[in-house]
């Protein structure tokens, strides 16, 4: 998770184990707000939980190569977290990525930064903390650290399917629409008041794309996302048997409105449109 622009479904086998890896975009993009990420990724979310899919885990990539942490990337790391809930930490595992790449011993120091300081509380309450050498073998090592666990139920999805919330009311909804007040008390904040020796214009200019990125935020928060979802598997279910004439399987059903999420449409109005 989360560095692809769209969500891609890999299935595969571990040992014996067959196994569905969902990658998902990342937070943090330059293209589309983090709300609007959210919304997509609590659609999947809801989707497999009401598909009965059995969740395992989730896996946080980051880039060793990266060696600064900013104040942004920090803020998505914490919507992460509060997207799967502390008492699930124990199905997170947090991956270095790029470590084929020409090494340096530098980004054994980041390793520690991360796991002694930027990590350090999520790894203390459960989460583990692996790299990934680029290759298939320690793929296959990073995953299985996690299909031994039990199912997983993310606190995402406790409040939006069990409790019936918007996305808008839930804890990481919450934090994604307090991130955005807070870029534009920033951006006010600099814009009247430039700072010295600092590039206030470069900041401005990204804080406004930023801004205008995630301008429709509000409303997309306020979707009825696991209405929206309970239709379309309805949906999906009624095609299939016409033309097959037999319910299809929990996974096919969950491939196919994945398949659907992953071009971020709305699903009221893909609803809608099945409707017509």
Not at 80 to 108: A, I, K, P
Request: one cysteine or more; glycine letters at 6%.
């Amino acid at each position: 998770m989360f560095r692809t622009q769209k969500m891609d479904l890999i299935p595969t086998r571990v040992g014996n184990t067959d196994a569905l890896l969902v990658d998902t975009p990342g937070f943090n993009d330059s293209f589309r707000s983090d709300g609007d990420i959210l919304v997509q990724i609590s659609a999947a979310l809801c989707i497999q939980y009401r598909c009965n899919i059995n969740l395992k885990g989730v896996v946080y990539l980051h880039n060793i190569t990266q060696n600064r942490i900013t104040g942004s990337a920090l803020r998505q790391l914490e919507l992460f977290r509060r997207m799967c809930g502390d008492e699930n930490l124990s199905h997170v595992l947090l991956v270095t990525t790029q470590w084929n790449e020409h090494f340096t011993s530098r980004w054994e120091d980041h390793e520690d930064q991360l796991r002694d300081e930027y990590w350090a509380d999520m790894i203390l309450k459960g989460a583990k903390c692996m790299r990934f050498e680029g290759t298939r073998g320690s793929a296959a090592s990073c995953i299985s650290q996690l299909l031994g666990e039990q199912r997983a139920v993310l606190a995402l999805q406790r409040e939006i399917v069990d409790e019936r919330r918007k996305l808008s009311d839930t804890v990481a909804g919450m934090y994604a629409a307090r991130m955005r007040s807070a870029m534009q008390e920033e951006y006010q904040n600099l814009k009247s008041n430039p700072i010295p020796q600092f590039n206030s214009q470069q900041r401005l200019k990204d804080l406004e794309k930023s801004l205008d990125t995630s301008r429709s935020d509000k409303e997309k928060l306020k979707q009825d996302v696991v209405g929206n979802v309970d239709g379309l598997v309805e949906k999906a279910v009624t095609e299939e048997k016409k033309k097959r004439g037999r319910r299809p399987s929990a996974v096919n059903i969950v491939s196919w409105l994945l398949g659907l999420v992953s071009v971020g449409v709305n699903l009221g109005a893909l609803i809608a449109g099945f409707a017509g």
